[in-house]
């Protein structure tokens, strides 16, 4: 799969730091967007902690030295996908233990990473950080949000107008850091030439509807890095209340060579 990617961050317009990492790496295929937290600068370690480890497990699988898998992992996805699996829990561990640190005391982080693999782009996922595929110009959410609101709209916990209880908005369900194991959500994403695969925090969600978001991704005018740009924009715009992480991933037409070598390939 031919990828075109785009990364970008901001502190938004409110807090004193930036809690957010991202990692953008076509070279390995993994993207990740990670968004800390925890007092102080802990949030930052933590998500620091989750794309450091995780690109230093996937240099190793891409050289031949993969980690040994910390358990059975009983999914019916691919060996790649299961290694995807396998980095969240070990940087789940790490920031685990981590936490014994006074100054890391309940520090944790999202994370929602994507792995190219062949024809399929493995989506995966602990927290509230979105992954969408924009196809035909729909926004479709490919992620699974882990937060008590989410679950009280799953279960119809809603008042007339659609809203869950203000207090329940940003209460996880689920974050990297707070057990010694974590669930991890993955599901794959078999896009076309032309899709667009987003990937992003908190901070552009809760200050972009995801009607405003469709509509800068469907500007094929606008290049990949001035969209990204684009939604940082509109999100601290629209109050900028929490840092901004935008990944934008794009699917480029493949050349005659190209599928040539993975017919070989397979």
């Excluded at 059975?72 to 790649?80: A, E, F, G, L």
């Amino acid at each position: 799969m031919n990828i075109q990617a785009a990364g970008k961050t901001h502190i938004g317009r409110k807090r004193k730091i930036n809690e957010d990492n991202l990692l953008v790496e076509p070279d390995i295929g993994l993207f990740i967007v990670a968004d800390g937290m925890g007092g102080h600068k802990a949030g930052d370690v933590a998500s620091r902690m989750v794309v450091e480890t995780m690109a230093d497990y996937w240099l190793k699988v891409k050289g031949n030295k993969s980690p040994s898998f910390l358990e059975p992992i009983n999914k019916d996805v691919s060996d790649q996908a299961k290694h995807l699996i396998n980095s969240i829990s070990l940087t789940n561990i790490i920031i685990h233990e981590a936490q014994k640190k006074p100054e890391y005391h309940r520090m944790g982080s999202t994370v929602s990473a994507l792995l190219v693999e062949d024809d399929c782009i493995w989506s995966a996922n602990v927290g509230d950080s979105r992954t969408y595929l924009f196809d035909h110009g729909r926004l479709i959410q490919v992620s699974q949000e882990h937060s008590v609101e989410a679950e009280q709209r799953a279960m119809g916990l809603t008042d007339p107008m659609g809203s869950t209880h203000p207090g329940m908005k940003n209460l996880l369900t689920r974050v990297m850091g707070q057990n010694k194991k974590v669930d991890v959500y993955i599901t794959p994403i078999r896009p076309e030439t032309g899709d667009l695969v987003l990937v992003c925090s908190d901070g552009l969600t809760n200050y972009m509807t995801e009607q405003a978001i469709g509509t800068v991704l469907d500007d094929f005018s606008t290049s990949l890095e001035r969209k990204a740009e684009i939604l940082i924009d509109e999100a601290n715009r629209g109050g900028g209340g929490d840092n901004i992480t935008v990944i934008l991933l794009e699917v480029l037409q493949e050349g005659t060579w190209s599928k040539l070598r993975k017919k070989l390939k397979r």
